[in-house]
Nanobody, 121 residues
């Protein structure tokens, strides 16, 4: 069983930056694709970015491309999402997840509890 704990969320003004972290328990973190998803009030959960187990592939949603950077440190069992040039529409609860190489949330087996990101204009 793998447990994921996100941290780093908060409130920031538009144009600001935040760095989310996702700490994983267990020894299997490096086996999985890590994804970041987000869910805004009244909306479906949406894909943000994912990173391959080795870290060499990092596709992004069009809405965050060029502003967000996903990374991972397998030695520390930790993943990250650096978010720059934040916009009010980035406001959501952000979740990290471990699973298969896919954009669909149903392909991810393990989920964190989520961390709130609020961007004010």
């Amino acid at each position: 069983q793998v447990q994921l704990v996100e941290s780093g969320g908060g409130s920031v003004q538009a144009g600001g930056s935040l760095r989310l972290s996702c700490a994983a328990s267990g020894r299997t973190f490096s086996y999985y694709t890590m994804g970041w998803f987000r869910q805004a009030p009244g909306k479906d959960r949406e894909f943000v970015a994912r990173i391959s187990p080795s870290g060499d592939q990092t596709p992004y949603a069009d809405s965050v491309k060029g502003r967000f950077t996903i990374s991972r440190d397998n030695a520390k069992n930790t993943g990250y999402l650096q978010m720059n040039s934040l916009k009010p529409e980035d406001t959501a609860v952000y979740y990290c997840a471990l699973g298969s190489w896919d954009d669909r949330s149903e392909s991810y087996k393990y989920w964190g509890q989520g961390t709130q990101v609020t961007v004010s204009s």
